[in-house]
């Protein structure tokens, strides 16, 4: 990936050059490439592409100045009119105010909200101020959107002392407040059809992000025919003051027909404090699933803090009724595990509301067949303290559940059982890995601690791949906490890794530890990627995910995006082809979120390698958008995820390849641990 980077600058640094001032331009892609560079010096070289005669690529060049400027968002750049966010935000706005093309518009605006403004408040409210007059006019949908997605990101990167103007407010309030109704009837000023269920939804997002939701606009979203735009009021109804309005909005759409809104109901729930345990009940027993452990997760913060005796019951009950589904050998496999995961969430939830009722099913959710059984009762160890159930769940058979029970035993025993946590490092799982690494911190016996560290990372370093980043970077973080300047000479060789993070922390570490000043050369691994999928035959190719039997069957169907994200589509295709899909699982599911799977481990941190390079760009993270996992900037392991919402906080940080476009019904009822039994690529006659 870093030999990718080094010989793709100077190509497009020659091209760009060539094209300016010649009648030859730069392809869409080219100069959308030189901002995924992320480099801000490569500003003044896309600039000029503002200009250009193809819509396309003003679109891409400004999309590619805020990519430029990437690494300056977290920072926080001098409050200075000639800094390079100043210069950018000028000549955006400078183009916006002569652009006519609908895309392009669209893709200015939301550069112009994207700009790294740091403590420059003036300059974030000028571009507000701009951004909310457009969305004013806007009768274009791509248009609103455009400059929807601006505004959001200019008020979420505002921070809580941020809070949008007055008549910023008003017209957002105005574009939420004028959505359809349930009825169909519009109100006056609303958008004329449909198509503005994106900025809608954009709108009340921002309304969110800057802490103004009102109780009208409340309201108005509860009554809109847009789900998603329900499920929006839901999350707005529970930063609202007035907690009876609050209430009696959650208790209407907690019926509502659609599952996500029912979900929404039950996260924000326990916001409302004393009076929120009882209604969440009924969600518990919801058909689907994804309501119901969400409900049951809900129950262990509200029933705790107001508990009820129903409330106790109907876990004890839940519980009872997945230990009599998996004992029962003709029970449909399919509601066997969703009995199964509605007892293991609601096990948990018990162990917070009633610890004397939960320990008697402790034992024999301990011994499951399912290790998502298993995990589930290491949590529940952990609520209750029961260190010897977690000494025995941290030697299980899954490195997932040794995972969770030490996470679990480094909370309630801390160093007690420090043993415990130098024999998970010598797993093969990063996970459990990183997990005993961070349990380790501070250990009273640093010579037995540091020696086992060591070895760890040596052995992990042997593996060579690049997706060990964080399992090694959390055993040197321990090690600078507990080791000693008579183990410098072992990390010396850590100084030449093949991973610039590792090389830059062991040489930071061996500094402090002997007051001489050491530097990192790293020495990035050889390019063993295979030569790219030709692009033009992945066009009209579909993806064929079939899940198993005993995962309820089904299946879902993805169109690739080739044009967008090249590289990531050539690598995930190659290895559906492989067969390297089959048989893994969704080992990830938040609902209204995302669900992710395609890891061999079943967890965040094994996934194939080399790493693959981020591919962001002008396409948003919505509900159906299929993403790659990642831990940071091009960390990409071909782990995938699909958006079950519309996610714009996704935007520019996650690649997306592709999109679900058939069977967005199987992938709502996905459980943790559903197993892919057939990952294929299907072209069309």
């Not at 396309?56 to 000639?82: F, H, I, Y």
């Not at 992945?538 to 995962?551: E, F, P």
Request: charged share 20%; with cysteine.
């Amino acid at each position: 990936m870093l030999a990718l980077l080094a010989i793709l600058a100077p190509l497009l640094l020659v091209r760009a050059a060539l094209a300016q001032g010649s009648e030859t331009e730069m392809s869409p892609r080219e100069v959308r490439e030189l901002g995924r560079l992320e480099r801000g010096d490569m500003v003044p070289v896309i600039l000029p592409f503002l200009d250009a005669g193809s819509a396309a690529v003003r679109a891409e060049a400004a999309n590619a100045l805020a990519q430029s400027l990437w690494p300056l968002v977290k920072g926080t750049p001098a409050n200075d009119s000639d800094s390079l966010a100043g210069m950018v935000a000028r000549a955006l706005a400078t183009r916006l105010g002569s652009e006519s093309d609908p895309e392009v518009v669209a893709s200015i605006a939301q550069a112009l909200g994207r700009l790294p403004y740091g403590n420059d408040v003036s300059g974030r409210r000028a571009a507000e101020a701009v951004l909310a007059r457009r969305l004013a006019l806007a009768r274009d949908a791509r248009i609103a959107a455009g400059v929807g997605r601006g505004l959001l990101s200019l008020v979420s990167a505002g921070g809580r002392e941020y809070v949008p103007s007055r008549a910023t407010l008003e017209v957002l309030g105005a574009r939420v407040r004028g959505a359809a109704s349930a009825s169909g009837r519009g109100v006056a000023g609303s958008w004329p059809d449909s198509s503005f269920a994106w900025p809608r939804r954009l709108a009340m997002l921002t309304l969110i992000a800057g802490r103004s939701a009102d109780e009208s606009v409340v309201r108005a979203a509860a009554m809109s025919r847009d789900a998603q735009l329900r499920m929006l009021a839901v999350r707005a109804a529970g930063t609202l003051r007035d907690g009876t309005v609050a209430a009696e909005v959650l208790g209407v759409l907690a019926r509502d027909g659609a599952a996500m809104v029912r979900t929404e109901v039950a996260h924000v729930w326990p916001q409302l404090g004393s009076a929120a345990c009882l209604p969440l009940l009924r969600l518990a027993r919801d058909s689907a699933p994804q309501t119901s452990v969400s409900a049951l997760d809900a129950m262990g913060t509200a029933c705790a803090v107001s508990p009820a005796a129903a409330a106790e019951s109907a876990l004890v009950a839940m519980v009872e009724e997945g230990a009599r589904a998996n004992g029962v050998e003709n029970k449909p496999e399919r509601s066997a595990r969703i009995a199964m995961h509605r007892a293991a969430h609601a096990l948990v939830a018990l162990a917070h509301i009633a610890p004397v009722r939960a320990a008697h099913f402790l034992r024999a959710a301990s011994a499951s067949p399912a290790w998502q059984a298993r995990m589930y009762a290491a949590r529940a160890a952990a609520a209750l303290g029961d260190t010897s159930t977690l000494a025995a769940l941290a030697a299980d058979g899954s490195p997932n559940v040794r995972t969770e029970a030490v996470a679990g035993l480094s909370r309630v025993a801390g160093h007690a059982m420090d043993d415990v946590y130098i024999d998970a490092l010598s797993s093969d799982d990063y996970q459990l890995v990183l997990t005993a690494a961070h349990a380790l911190r501070g250990a009273p016996s640093p010579a037995a601690a540091s020696a086992a560290l060591v070895g760890a990372l040596g052995r992990i370093t042997a593996e060579k791949r690049e997706t060990s980043r964080d399992p090694r970077l959390a055993l040197l973080a321990t090690l600078r906490d507990v080791g000693s300047a008579q183990l410098a000479e072992r990390l010396l060789p850590h100084l030449v890794d093949f991973d610039p993070a590792v090389a830059d922390s062991a040489a930071a570490i061996v500094s402090a530890w002997t007051g001489r000043v050491y530097r990192s050369a790293p020495r990035p691994l050889p390019d063993t990627d295979e030569p790219p999928e030709d692009v033009e035959s992945l066009r009209s190719a579909r993806v064929r995910i079939t899940m198993a039997r005993g995962s309820g069957g089904g299946s879902f169907e993805l169109r690739l995006l080739p044009d967008d994200a090249p590289v990531t589509v050539s690598r995930f295709v190659r290895l559906a082809r492989r067969g390297y899909y089959d048989g893994l699982t969704m080992h990830r599911v938040v609902p209204n979120f995302v669900v992710q799977g395609g890891s061999p481990g079943a967890n965040e941190y094994v996934g194939d390698g080399p790493f693959l390079r981020d591919e962001v760009g002008l396409r948003s993270h919505r509900r159906r958008a299929v993403g790659i996992s990642t831990r940071g900037r091009n960390t990409g392991d071909a782990q995938i995820f699909v958006d079950l919402v519309d996610l714009p906080r996704l935007d520019h940080d996650y690649t997306v390849f592709a999109e679900v476009v058939n069977g967005m019904a199987t992938v709502d009822q996905l459980l943790e641990g559903d197993v892919m039994e057939k990952v294929e690529i299907v072209t069309p006659p």
